[in-house]
């Protein structure tokens, strides 16, 4: 599953024509766009007709009320975020806490403290490094630690309580030692 918005930051297309190589290879996998201009008659697939890409298997689900997004989450078996820039990456968080191994780019800003081990980093400049990626949580073994990885990481760093408490406790140092 894709979570973004359809424009040349986002790199949408590059996800795309991965799953074009691996639909070539005859494997199941299943692309799910979610994201402003990403459903029927909208830019992205509008893009995607305009180059003839071959539409088996890519879903163009369209914009999604973010209350909708932990169940879609749920149903996902990858996240995948081939954006060339990243600040947070809320949404690296929200796949994690899902239990949804990620796969970003390694060049993305905050992919990689965001992430940790929790995913595989790859160059979302190559469709076929992109493809490479998917294709290595094809391995059971590879996938479950990804997954449980990232789980622990967002029961750890990203719950809510943790943080809150954090910024009480930053706010009470500042105001400790004015």
Not at 22 to 46: D, F, P, Q, T, V
Not at 70 to 87: G, H, M, P, Q, V
């Amino acid at each position: 599953m894709i979570n973004n918005g359809f424009n040349e930051r986002k790199n949408v297309k590059k996800a795309i024509i991965a799953f074009t190589y691996l639909i070539k290879n005859k494997l199941s996998h299943k692309l799910y766009l979610y994201g402003n201009e990403m459903g029927i008659n909208e830019a992205c697939y509008n893009w995607a007709i305009k180059e003839k890409i071959d539409l088996k298997n890519i879903y163009f689900m369209g914009y999604i009320d973010n209350s909708k997004l932990a169940n879609i989450f749920k149903k996902s078996d990858i996240f995948l975020s081939t954006s060339l820039e990243e600040t947070f990456g809320v949404t690296y968080s929200e796949a994690m806490a899902a239990g949804l191994p990620i796969i970003a780019g390694n060049k993305s800003g905050a992919s990689k403290e965001v992430i940790k081990n929790c995913g595989i980093l790859t160059d979302v400049s190559s469709a076929k490094s992109i493809c490479k990626s998917i294709m290595k949580y094809n391995n059971e073994k590879i996938y479950n630690k990804k997954r449980i990885m990232g789980i622990k990481r967002a029961n750890r760093y990203l719950n809510l309580n943790i943080i809150t408490k954090n910024y009480i406790d930053h706010i009470k140092y500042i105001y400790d030692h004015k």
